[in-house]
DNA sequence: TGCCATGATTGGTATATACCAATCTGACAT
DNA sequence: ATGTCAGATTGGTATATACCAATCATGGCA
């Protein structure tokens, strides 16, 4: 009648991420091989190996036959504290920004959510909107989804006049580290366009997200949806070939 | 002495691939269940889900416990800030790339165009349409614009088989090396939505680009505008690109 | 000293087996 | 008709075992 059932594997995870997270581990690290792992948690090798699969898909370690298997470098490019900041940006480019909160619940997560952020089905998140606004005009909606694990009592803070990720940083020690996100382009439903002040089934962009802190712990899920008129993303690009998680190869 | 090796479960991963590209399996069919796919290809249950696995990575398929494993529906997924080879990233993906000229044209450009490509205002330029279908479904209307005094006679190659740039590389000695670019929601207007197959005022994402070549000159204008509910575009944090990272911006 | 065969090490692939967990189906009771 | 529950179906987890492929370290040879 244990509370939800964590399969080993994903223990095997955890316990990993606190090794690195204590700095036992630290890039670069070789790891013990598959086998003495195996021997180490008292598993089979297979279940060592779902473990690293998980790490590896997340980016912590390197994987190279015949040699080891390694911590990589942590991949902090374009951080949270730079890329997050929509303040500070627009204020930069000398508008007014504003910012409304539209709702603030702490709620029983979908499963889907709940797999996202990997908690079980049970345990509760905080999920609110947030209305962002350039000189006085609606540009984008914001929509988190907090594991409440993390983050206890976060409803007593003002998201209206603070970041999320700053009060996860400075009242949780949570540091968000890199996120996973898509852009699409959407047509807004009616609630969305009478927030955001445009017609029902008007252009938008969604950006969904799904954030890490420095351990890999998923911390928010979430999206972001901006009017489609009053937002343009800069992409520059060169040629040079990017290594993205997109590419294609036989290798996860 | 024989051949690269190719694990078994690649082999099935490019056997489900073929399957899909064909016509076989399309969008929302459902996968026999995996201990009977281990009899029909003659393996252990296990390598069926380590092909299965693959597949789950790239997107192609969705697996829910209890219910089965099923086709998704296709979207192109590409990072924000790479924008090319259209064609090798889809066929890496499983499925058929495709390309039909809209319009081929040597015209006078407009003003704005001619001061985008810092040419003389008489200079003629080679402007045209491309219509790119994955799996025969359109998913993309690509616009260039290429001084003509850059590339003469570029009418007589046939666009439909192969790269714009790679004709400029390999005709013409000219390297595309940086692009400026840029992203945004907006509606279809009726005549994109025809060759597109979709509704007028349907979401779509656009994309403007400047690209130059090696020496800083700018050689191609034009834009990517894609159906809004086939693409997707990756924009995690896993791509370096922090100089030029996705910007917000206040649209004018 | 320098090179390179050779075996040990390490991750990768594959089989066989068993049981768990989520979902769906259909018979049955109301 | 409608709701409910038991069993079947299907993907998920885990063990034990074996061999292959890439890499590395060692020691002998030129």
Chains 1, 2 share one sequence.
Do not use: C, K
């Amino acid at each position: 009648m244990s509370g939800p059932v964590i399969p080993v594997y994903m223990q095997i995870v955890d316990t990993m991420l606190e090794r690195i997270e204590q700095g036992e581990l630290t890039p670069g690290d070789r790891l013990a091989p598959e086998r003495a792992l195996a021997g180490d948690f008292g598993v089979n090798r297979r279940t060592i190996r779902q473990a690293l699969e998980v790490l590896e898909r997340r980016g912590l370690i390197e994987r190279r036959q015949g040699s080891g298997t390694f911590i990589s470098e942590p991949r902090m490019e374009r951080g949270a504290s730079e890329f997050f900041h929509f303040t500070e940006r627009i204020r930069q480019r000398g508008f007014a920004a504003g910012s409304e909160v539209l709702s603030l619940e702490r709620v029983v997560p979908s499963p889907f959510v709940a797999t996202e952020l990997e908690i079980s089905p049970d345990a509760e998140i905080y999920r609110f909107h947030r209305l962002r606004t350039i000189s006085s005009r609606p540009v984008l909606i914001e929509t988190f989804a907090l594991p409440a694990d993390l983050v206890p009592g976060f409803d007593a803070f003002d998201v209206t006049e603070r970041s999320v990720y700053e009060i996860m940083r400075t009242e949780y020690d949570i540091h968000v580290a890199y996120a996973r996100q898509s852009l699409e382009a959407v047509a807004l439903s009616q609630i969305e366009a009478q927030w955001l002040g445009a017609s029902p089934g008007a252009p938008a962009m969604l950006e969904r997200r799904l954030a890490f802190d420095e351990q890999g712990r998923p911390v928010d899920f979430g999206t972001d949806l901006y009017r489609g008129d009053r937002v343009r993303f800069v992409t520059d690009a060169a040629t040079v070939a990017v290594p993205t998680g997109t590419e294609v190869s036989a290798a996860p």
